[in-house]
């Protein structure tokens, strides 16, 4: 069974940093493209960074850039989202996802190309 399981999100101070993890059971991550997207209240889910298959290319939204990172780490099939200078905006609900197919430079940020979504992580940062 395919599963994603989200963890880390948590109550920071604006300024500050976390990491957040993304842990697959039922799949290997090198083979699939693994994106993070997130959703505020009243707002739709947005995409803010993704790895392809094979860490081949990384691409992010323009309010990730520099902020942001993407990693992956094979050994324990875990996907990472460090994020640093968080700013009370960024509050959300946090959402791995996973493409069997890849991710593609047009298309990563579109829900409907990940197959598999985990449950969320809230993250909530304070002014």
């Known amino acids: 069974e395919v599963q994603l399981v989200e963890s880390g999100g948590g109550l920071v101070q604006a300024g500050g940093s976390l990491r957040l993890s993304c842990a697959a059971s039922g799949f290997t991550v090198d083979n699939y493209a693994i994106a993070w997207f997130r959703q505020a209240p009243g707002k739709e889910r947005e995409g803010i960074s993704c790895?392809?298959?094979?860490?081949?290319?990384?691409w992010s939204a323009d309010f990730a850039k520099g902020r942001f990172t993407i990693s992956r780490d094979a050994a324990k099939n875990t996907v990472y989202l460090q994020m640093n200078s968080l700013k009370t905006e960024d509050t959300a609900v946090y959402f791995c996802a996973a493409d069997v197919s890849d991710a593609y430079a047009g298309s990563w940020g579109a829900e409907s190309e990940y197959d598999y979504w985990g449950q969320g992580t809230q993250v909530t940062v304070s002014s």
């Open positions: 790895i392809s298959r094979n860490h081949e290319n990384t």
